[in-house]
């Protein structure tokens, strides 16, 4: 996933060598070289992450940083505060203005490239909640985003070691500034441990375990549905780069190495937790005010009426950010037959269970929805056509691998799904236009013999 990224600096080497270094990963990077220059930035182009240097002429980093969190246009941009490495009073003073996360100067390259791939992905899923809130708030009219405030302090966090001494020392020092920490020595029981939904804001793992693999765990815990939103921060060693970078492709948010010190740790902790509530009340906006009018009563997916509405924003935001957009429908083979032969009943009960493959299978910033009958369709936000192509083949065949039980003779029904796909291109400008091109990807998938996909 790519994202715009403004690097501010007064420095000009030290804008060229992040910028280098971010555009080698395929970034897309405009330097500002003051705190003025970035402000007027921000309001005339789209960001997804801000990297701001502390000390700066005139307007400095931190009043910068106070005044994008204090701006309901900017708030959600995440901001990264760029310090020396010995300036521990900077990086507090920059958690007070706001700053979501901290790189040390000499930056290093996987920090930097390891953090902005989690702020952006955490954005992108910010986004999409924020963009189905106004949606639903107004069905088409004005933006009606709200300041959003939320901090870090007195958290629940859940800290996994084998060794006690190894987190004696870390469980001391969260516990001193007000967070409640448990700590279990034994990961078979950690699972246990989080069953419940949102008794814990943030887990912190030793990377270092000595009789189970904590990368495993780590991936357990972003898989189960309880904790796919939990925050996680490994504790990992310097020379453990490979093992980090494997961490954070399975979904760990963040790392800290050990020796750690003993701010950044209170940093790195209180921002993963800010981060997890903003997310936290987004979601509970969005459930609140479209559960009752743009939900389909019978799957629980969005309607075709809020789909409607959220493709026609989702289009905009894109063609005006020169971001990705695709689409799918999705028809099941045959369901006219199925209705006939074993009654309305086994119908609804074959849409509810399709309606439930669709939400478990995709990612949480897409968006699924009942279009009406045994027609869905998923919008796939910052997403081209391969990836959108092999999204819809997996469904496909999720969906042939996974017969239905309706409780009468013969029992079991097996089902098959066409899909059209389309995405914007310079001959797809608009969401009709999306719609109307993967509807006709649809038609050829059935005229062409089921169960099959078509762009």
Do not use: W
């Not at 504790?235 to 453990?240: G, L, S, V, W």
């Not at 799957?299 to 789909?307: D, E, H, I, V």
């Not at 496909?396 to 029992?411: D, S, T």
């Amino acid at each position: 996933m790519t994202a715009r990224i403004l690097v501010v600096d007064d420095v000009v080497a030290n804008v060229k060598l992040l910028e280098a270094r971010l555009t080698a990963e395929y970034f897309d990077v405009t330097p500002a070289y003051n705190g003025q220059e970035a402000l007027d930035l921000l309001l005339q182009q789209s960001f997804d992450i801000i990297l701001l240097d502390v000390m700066m002429p005139g307007i400095d980093g931190l009043e910068v940083c106070r005044r994008v969190k204090s701006d309901v246009r900017t708030q959600h941009i995440p901001v990264v505060m760029v310090t020396a490495l010995d300036n521990v009073s900077d990086r507090i003073a920059g958690l007070n203005a706001g700053a979501d996360d901290f790189l040390t100067k000499p930056v290093d390259k996987l920090a930097l490239t390891t953090r902005v791939r989690n702020l952006t992905r955490l954005k992108a899923l910010n986004d999409e909640l924020r963009l189905r809130s106004n949606t639903s708030i107004n069905a088409g009219g004005e933006n009606d985003t709200k300041l959003i405030n939320v901090n870090g302090d007195n958290g629940h966090i859940l800290a996994i070691s084998d060794s006690v001494n190894a987190i004696d020392s870390l469980a001391r020092q969260l516990t001193d500034h007000g967070h409640k920490i448990d700590v279990e020595t034994d990961p078979e029981y950690v699972i246990s441990h989080l069953s419940q939904p949102n008794t814990y804001e943030t887990v912190i793992v030793n990377l270092h375990l000595e009789n189970f693999d904590a990368l495993r765990l780590c991936s357990q815990i972003r898989t189960l549905e309880a904790t796919r939103n939990l925050p996680i921060i490994l504790i990992a060693q310097k020379e453990d780069k490979k093992p980090i970078i494997t961490a954070l492709e399975l979904g760990v948010n963040d790392y800290i190495l050990d020796p750690f010190d003993h701010n950044e740790l209170l940093v790195r902790v209180r921002s993963n937790i800010q981060r997890k509530r903003y997310t936290d009340q987004l979601r509970s906006e969005v459930t609140e005010t479209i559960e009752m009018a743009y939900k389909d009563a019978m799957t629980g997916l969005y309607n075709r009426r809020f789909m409607e509405m959220h493709l026609e924003k989702l289009t905009k935001e894109a063609i005006e950010n020169d971001k990705k957009l695709s689409l799918i429908i999705t028809d099941i083979d045959y369901f006219k037959s199925i209705n006939d032969t074993y009654g309305h009943d086994v119908g609804d009960l074959i849409i509810r269970e399709f309606g439930k493959l669709v939400e478990k299978n995709i990612r949480e910033f897409d968006l699924a929805c009942r279009f009406g009958g045994e027609e869905f369709v998923i919008l796939l936000p910052d997403t081209d056509l391969r990836v959108a192509c092999y999204v819809a083949e997996r469904m496909r065949q999720i969906v042939a691998a996974f017969p239905i039980n309706i409780n009468q003779k013969p029992h079991i029904i097996g089902l098959t799904i066409s899909l059209g796909i389309s995405t914007l291109s310079s001959d797809v400008k608009s969401g009709d236009e999306l719609m109307k091109k993967a509807d006709n990807a649809l038609y050829k998938a059935k005229r062409t013999g089921r169960n099959k996909i078509a762009a």
